[in-house]
């Protein structure tokens, strides 16, 4: 370790203090030693130099037993160098050089307020650049540090070969890595995996001895992605708790840890997963390493939702309102004719979608996945005229024009793979006339007419994956695309990724995808596009920077997609947030659902369609109508608005929703994802809320009323005269002006609404209807029909606190609720 300065007074860069939005950092850059963050978490208030001093210098710890014989403190790159034995945050070599041994590094220069050169540096955010040199190895490191006005910590690493001499080696870069010290409190562990179709799995741990670590080698995130890596004080919640987490952002192999060292410290550290080998930085050059995201919360997890969705809408590509999507894959997967596709797309304006996507299946010879991935050419047979009928068609319906796409792969039995074998990325086998005979080549890797490419290695899904880091391949994907999008008027990509890679660098592979992207947009800077990548395995703040849309799961079932959107929001903006509504037995998993559930699912998000509408009954379709309508209404809600999520007690119920940044409407839904555990479930406590306001709760009917299993509705649901009624009036005082004039949202279904309809205020633009009494307008002029549903007039913090009694749904069902403030 280097020895400790002694105390002195300080200047702004030698004891840089960052604070923002309740969260702050201090960082020890005194003397030459690599810098010590003191401090990252909750904002320790206004600390002048001399407090500053006096808090750098208490914070050196003493010297343990069988130790160092400095004090060990955790700097921004520790090594062995400086006595730390866990993970290192910087490791390689220079062959023919200094062996075996690990960087010592000396701090050159502090600067405040230098931007990172991301071009992405926001008014508010304050910044830090850190400099630091190894002379004998010829390295510097250079570490960029930023905390946006919303309390959201990023940092980064750039490593510099500083040698000049032409016969030296390159300094081959084994690992470059983010390391954040969190205080031992933080004892529980928080972090996601997940399988197709089932992403973004929370599992918990306890944080002993030693380092959980998740790594990816799927060259993307994967479907079983850590996601965020969370630790907090033990029991944190959505609601409570201290959390400190971190992310990465980039869409290719990854390292997430946590670490809690017995001598004494524990980190959350993560960073780009290098092959051996796979990064030789030459002398005068440089690498620079994806950002770390780091968010500290003393709300628990939504407190990290509350940061990061604001920081994430101060830098995001979304110029407009996210238009309700209707995408064709559910709808007829392969089987693609004019007639067939104008239908649907006569269906989809009908009920009300703004965009009509053109799923796989297009493309010359595509009629099944084993074959012409990767040529890129409208099919001349089942498209004798281009895509152009089907897009005027879909454009004098009203709605604009999407197409799918996977730039990224290709099959070997294509036109693309016979002639270019070299730009598949891992290698081919010898010629064959069809089939694919090497290791995986699967019964279908060359099926069909036409000779195929036999495979050097595993295909997946029938498929391999091209190779953008060859600038022949790069340069005609490019310009494919290109040429799409300028013969053709389409406003949307869908952006697939059907596999992992397998073979070749995960480096090299992500950082041409995104030059990839940042050329499309460059080119056609109107485009917007949507990540996909078998559903939900590349959701990332990398990819996000370049996307309009992610595509959250494969899955449209809304019980699977209920805990698939739950937890994908906690770091996503729900308008990035792709789910649709399929039809009632889910493709995916076989499970039937009511609509009204899958109505209710898909609200919550960028909200489309994948169901063949033509197959739709009238009145689905209505409700169909309606839910498109209310969605438009409450859009400017949804996505503009702070996520909140209770803590359940009962693991089969949820209670989730968005809260308007001015605290004057809000949209929850309860959700039973199970049987409850008791009779009587636990009260719907409404988070988020201003206290001291008074704000009227109404059910929001979509679709059919929930089912329920109750002889009555809670009370202040209750239409007059029902089961329950009286006692609605008692606890309200008077009956006349809360509202009691509607049905329970959940009474229709066991005959307690029998008479009221449960119907919709012509839920496709209606209005309440003699049941606000006075007490204000529904949340963006959604409401129920006057006898529809009943409401209730109380305080914010008497329904955070005390809650309201919850109508007894049957499992998988949810039931909404509009909250409007009344003064």
């Keep these: 370790m280097h020895p400790v300065p002694a105390p002195s007074p300080t200047d702004p860069v030698s004891i840089p203090y960052l604070r923002a939005a309740g969260t702050s950092l201090v960082l020890d850059a005194r003397g030459t030693g690599v810098p010590?963050?003191?401090?990252?978490?909750?904002?320790?208030?206004?600390?002048?130099?001399?407090?500053l001093t006096a808090l750098a210098?208490?914070?050196?710890?003493?010297?343990?037993?069988?130790?160092?014989?400095?004090?060990?403190?955790?700097?921004?790159?520790?090594?062995?160098?400086?006595?730390?034995?866990?993970?290192?945050?910087?490791?390689?070599f220079r062959p023919g050089g200094r062996g075996g041994g690990a960087l010592e590094l000396r701090l050159a220069e502090v600067q405040a307020g230098r931007g990172s050169g991301s071009g992405r540096v926001l008014g508010g955010t304050q910044s830090l650049a850190i400099f630091l040199t190894d002379a004998a190895a010829r390295v510097a490191v250079r570490t960029d540090l930023e905390l946006s006005v919303e309390g959201v910590l990023r940092l980064r690493h750039t490593l510099t070969n500083t040698g000049t001499d032409p016969h030296l080696a390159a300094f081959e870069l084994g690992s470059l890595d983010v390391i954040l010290p969190v205080p031992d409190r933080a004892g529980e562990l928080l972090d996601f995996t997940g399988l197709w179709t089932h992403e973004r799995r929370p599992q918990r741990s306890t944080l002993g001895h030693g380092v959980w670590s998740r790594e990816s080698r799927h060259g993307r995130p994967g479907h079983d992605d850590s996601y965020l890596m969370a630790v907090g004080t033990p029991g944190f919640g959505f609601r409570t708790g201290e959390v400190?987490?971190?992310?990465?952002?980039?869409?290719?192999?990854?390292?997430?840890?946590?670490?809690?060292?017995?001598?004494?410290?524990?980190?959350?550290?993560?960073?780009?997963?290098?092959?051996?080998?796979?990064?030789?930085?030459?002398?005068?050059?440089?690498?620079?390493?994806?950002?770390?995201?780091?968010?500290?919360?003393?709300?628990?997890?939504?407190?990290?939702?509350?940061?990061?969705?604001?920081?994430?809408?101060?830098?995001?590509?979304?110029?407009?309102?996210?238009?309700?999507?209707?995408?064709?894959?559910?709808?007829?997967?392969?089987?693609?004719?004019?007639p067939t596709l104008a239908r649907l797309a006569d269906a989809a304006a009908t009920v009300g979608v703004e965009r009509f996507v053109l799923d796989d299946g297009w493309f010359t010879g595509r009629s099944d996945d084993r074959r012409a991935l990767g040529d890129w050419f409208v099919d001349p047979v089942t498209w004798p005229g281009g895509l152009h009928p089907l897009i005027e068609h879909v454009h004098a319906a009203g709605m604009d024009f999407g197409l799918w796409v996977?730039?990224?792969?290709?099959?070997?039995?294509?036109?693309?793979?016979?002639?270019?074998?070299?730009?598949?990325?891992?290698?081919?086998?010898?010629?064959?006339?069809?089939?694919?005979?090497?290791?995986?080549?699967?019964?279908?890797?060359?099926?069909?007419?036409?000779?195929?490419?036999?495979?050097?290695?595993?295909?997946?899904?029938?498929?391999?994956?091209?190779?953008?880091?060859?600038?022949?391949?790069?340069d005609w994907v490019f310009a494919r695309l290109n040429a799409l999008l300028t013969e053709y008027p389409i406003a949307y990509l869908k952006?697939?990724?059907?596999?992992?890679?397998?073979?070749?660098?995960?480096?090299?592979?992500?950082?041409?995808?995104?030059?990839?992207?940042?050329?499309?947009?460059?080119?056609?800077?109107?485009?917007?596009?949507?990540s996909c990548a078998s559903?939900?395995?590349?959701?990332?703040?990398?990819?996000?920077?370049?996307?309009?849309?992610?595509?959250?799961?494969?899955?449209?079932?809304?019980?699977?997609?209920?805990?698939?959107?739950?937890?994908?929001?906690?770091?996503?903006?729900p308008e990035y947030l792709g789910g649709h509504l399929g039809a009632a037995t889910a493709h995916t998993t076989g499970r039937t659902s009511e609509l009204s559930f899958r109505l209710a699912t898909a609200l919550f998000g960028s909200a489309g369609i994948e169901w063949d509408l033509t197959r739709a009954n009238e009145a689905e379709l209505i409700q169909i109508a309606d839910w498109i309508a209310c969605y438009k209404r409450l859009r400017p809600l949804l996505h503009s608005g702070v996520v909140v999520r209770a803590d359940p007690s009962d693991p089969a119920l949820e209670l989730h929703g968005v809260v308007a940044p001015d605290q004057n409407s809000a949209l929850f839904a309860q959700v039973s994802l199970a049987a409850p555990r008791a009779a009587l479930p636990e009260r719907m406590r409404f988070p988020g809320l201003a206290p001291d306001r008074r704000y009227r709760v109404a059910s929001l009917p979509l679709g059919a009323p929930p089912r329920t299993i109750q002889d009555a509705p809670p009370a202040w649901l209750a239409e007059p005269g029902s089961p329950g009624a009286g006692a609605a009036a008692a606890v309200a005082g008077a009956a006349g002006a809360g509202g009691a004039g509607g049905a329970g949202a959940g009474a229709a279904g066991a005959g307690a609404a029998a008479g009221a309809g449960g119907?919709?205020?012509?839920?496709?633009?209606?209005?309440?209807?003699?049941?606000?009494?006075?007490?204000g307008g529904a949340v963006a002029g959604g409401a129920v029909a006057g006898a529809a549903g009943g409401s209730v007039t109380l305080t914010g913090a008497v329904l955070a606190l005390v809650g309201l009694p919850a109508p007894l749904l049957a499992p998988e069902q949810a039931a909404l609720f509009t909250v409007d403030a009344v003064d």
Excluded at 516 to 530: S, T
Excluded at 761 to 775: I, L, P, Y
């Design 759 to 775: 119907a919709v205020a012509g839920a496709a633009g209606g209005a309440v209807a003699g049941a606000a009494g006075g007490a």
């Design 36 to 51: 010590v963050i003191v401090h990252w978490g909750a904002d320790l208030g206004d600390l002048n130099g001399e407090l």
């Design 57 to 92: 210098d208490a914070s050196v710890p003493a010297i343990s037993p069988s130790s160092i014989d400095v004090p060990l403190r955790l700097s921004l790159l520790p090594t062995l160098a400086e006595g730390w034995s866990g993970r290192p945050g910087v490791s390689g």
């Design 535 to 573: 559903g939900g395995a590349r959701i990332d703040l990398g990819i996000l920077e370049r996307v309009d849309r992610v595509w959250t799961s494969d899955t449209n079932d809304p019980l699977e997609r209920q805990q698939i959107q739950r937890y994908s929001s906690v770091l996503l903006p």
């Design 244 to 338: 400190w987490a971190t992310h990465l952002a980039w869409s290719g192999d990854k390292r997430a840890w946590a670490e809690n060292s017995a001598l004494g410290y524990s980190a959350l550290g993560s960073g780009e997963l290098l092959a051996p080998g796979e990064l030789s930085v030459a002398n005068a050059a440089s690498h620079t390493t994806p950002w770390t995201v780091a968010v500290y919360s003393a709300a628990g997890l939504d407190g990290l939702s509350a940061r990061l969705h604001p920081w994430i809408r101060s830098w995001s590509t979304i110029t407009g309102p996210r238009p309700v999507v209707l995408n064709t894959w559910e709808a007829v997967y392969f089987d693609h004719d004019l």
């Design 495 to 530: 952006w697939d990724h059907n596999r992992d890679l397998l073979a070749g660098s995960a480096h090299r592979q992500t950082v041409a995808l995104y030059r990839l992207i940042d050329a499309v947009r460059a080119a056609h800077p109107g485009i917007e596009i949507e």
């Design 406 to 474: 996977e730039p990224e792969m290709l099959s070997l039995d294509s036109d693309v793979a016979r002639a270019h074998p070299d730009w598949v990325l891992g290698g081919v086998g010898e010629d064959s006339a069809g089939v694919g005979v090497g290791v995986g080549a699967g019964a279908g890797a060359g099926a069909g007419a036409g000779a195929g490419v036999a495979s050097a290695a595993l295909t997946w899904r029938f498929q391999r994956v091209l190779d953008l880091g060859n600038p022949d391949a790069f």
